[in-house]
């Protein structure tokens, strides 16, 4: 059910507006096991949101007010990831990129897509799929990742601290950067 809303909720960020869609350049994921080895924290940075035109439409105002509405001011995190408490949610400004950032907790690793055979054994990740976790392709994490073919990140036992680091977006694709929409926001707040 967690791994479904999870899913859910990934599908929602990236297909925002039916003519438009948000994506972000990186989407970097760090996990931290508490000593029962079983719940703990996270931490999920997006780097670069933008907009991603629908057809030949400039959207990236509705996706903008997609993302503060429903994501960032709104509970759509929360109420899509029933696994994540105490979320704390950012955006802010890196180097003229707009950076989004998920801090949260969780009870059990398998309510953020890690598994172990039998609660025992190596940790696993499959970085394939539609997930909030498993979307994007691979590119960087502190585990070993067996390859397109077996595409699954392996930690050993012990290991407390995951980190793993997908592409959502390729340098070709088009797209419109929302930093200065979120600079305008900025200021109206204050």
């Known amino acids: 059910m967690i791994r479904k809303n999870v899913a859910l909720f990934s599908l929602l960020f990236l297909a925002v507006a039916i003519s438009g869609c948000l994506t972000a350049e990186h989407k ?27 057809d030949t439409a400039d959207v990236s105002k509705d996706d903008f007010n997609s993302l503060i509405t429903e994501y960032y001011q709104g509970r759509k995190i929360e109420t899509e990831n029933k696994g994540m408490k105490n979320v704390r949610k950012s955006l802010y400004k890196v180097e003229g990129k707009l950076m989004g950032e998920i801090k949260f907790d969780f009870d059990d690793l398998k309510d953020v897509g890690f598994f172990r055979y039998k609660d025992s054994g190596l940790f696993m990740y499959y970085t394939v799929g539609e997930g909030f976790f498993t979307s994007g392709q691979y590119e960087a994490s502190n585990g070993s990742y067996a390859g397109e073919k077996m595409p699954v990140i392996f930690w050993e036992p012990d290991q407390r601290e995951f ?27 204050h």
């Open 28 to 54: 970097e994921t760090r996990i931290k096991l508490n000593a029962d080895g079983k719940s703990g924290s996270g931490v999920i940075l997006f780097t670069n949101i933008s907009s991603e035109p629908g």
């Open 163 to 189: 980190y793993l680091k997908m592409a959502l977006s390729t340098p070709q694709e088009v797209r419109r950067p929302l930093v200065a929409l979120f600079q305008a926001w900025e200021t109206n707040r």
